[in-house]
C-alpha cells in the first residue's frame, strides 16, 4: 500500500518538475548569458561584435601597461648610451690630447704604449657596452612591432564596427520602410481578415505574405502568441532554427496554455538540436513527453531520446 502512495506521489511531481523547468531552459537569444543559444542572425553579430570589442579594450589596456613599462626602460638605456658616448668622447680627448703631448716630447715610449693600451681598453668596453645597449633597443622594437595594433589594424576594426552600424541602419531603415507599406497594404482590412489571409497563405506555403500579414498582427496585438507560433512553425519549416526559438520563446511566454504547444516544444527542441544545444533539447523532449503523455509529439520525442 505504502509503496503504490510513494509511485503516485512520483507519478505527481515529476511532470510538475519537468513543467517548472521548461521556462528556465526558454534562455533563447538572450546576449547576456555566459553561453548564448539560438541566436539569431542579428544577434550573432551583435555578439561577435562585442566580443571583438571587449578583446581590443582588454589588449589596448595591457598595451597602455606595457607602453609605460618600455618607456621606462627606454628612457634608461636613453640615459646609458648617453652616458657612453660622454665617456667615449671623454677617452677621445684624452688620447688626442696624451698624443699631442708626446709628440713634443717621447721621453718614455714605454709610458706611452702603456697609457695608449688603457684608452683603447675603455673605448672597446664602451663600444661593447653600446652593442648591448642597441641589442636591447632592437628587442624592445621587435616588441613593440609584434605585440601592439598596428594602425592598419585599428582601422580593420574601426571599418568593421562601422559597417556594423551600417547594417544596423539598413535594418532599421527597411524595418521603417516596411511597416509603412504594411500599413497601407491592410489599411483597408481588419485585423480578422488579416488573420485570416494570413492563414490561407500559410496553407498555400506562401510563407513570406504569411509572415508578413502576421507580424502586422504582431504590432496590431492580436492574438500575439499564435502569430508568434506561427511565424516561429515556418521558420522551423524554412530551416531557420536561431528563428524559430526566439518566436517560439515568445508564444509559449504569451500563453502557455495554447493548443499547439505540444508542437511548439516539440519544433523548439528539434531546433535546439539542430543548433547543437543538445542538452537543453533533451530537457525539452522529456518535457514533452511529461506534460502530453498521450500526444504524437511525445511519441516523436520518444524517439529523438532513444537516439
Known sequence: MKQSKIVFLLSCILPISLLSAEPSAFGAGDLTSSNPYGLTSKEKVILD???QL???AVKS??????????????????????????????????????????????????????????IIEKNSESIAQQKIVMSEMSALIDTINTQYVSKSEFNTLVNDVNAFKALVAKELKQRSKKNSSSKSKFSSMSSAEVYKQANAYFKKKYYTNAIENFEYLI????????????????????????????YFKKSSQLYSKASYMPKLMLHTAISMKKTGDTAHAN??????????????????AKKYIQQ
Open 54 to 56: 571587449h578583446k581590443v
Open 283 to 300: 530537457a525539452f523532449f522529456e518535457a514533452v513527453m511529461a506534460n502530453y503523455p498521450n500526444s504524437a509529439e511525445a511519441k516523436e
Open 61 to 118: 589596456n595591457n598595451q597602455a601597461n606595457e607602453l609605460d613599462s618600455l618607456r621606462e626602460r627606454i628612457d634608461g638605456l636613453q640615459t646609458i648610451i648617453e652616458s657612453l658616448s660622454r665617456k667615449a668622447h671623454n677617452n677621445k680627448i684624452t688620447l688626442k690630447r696624451f698624443i699631442e703631448s708626446n709628440l713634443e716630447s717621447s721621453k718614455n715610449s714605454n709610458e706611452y704604449e702603456k697609457r695608449l693600451s688603457e
Open 49 to 51: 561584435t562585442k566580443k
Open 219 to 246: 504590432k496590431k496585438s492580436y492574438k500575439p502568441a499564435y502569430a508568434h507560433y506561427m511565424i516561429g512553425e515556418m521558420n522551423y519549416r524554412r530551416k531557420n532554427y536561431a528563428e524559430a526559438i526566439s
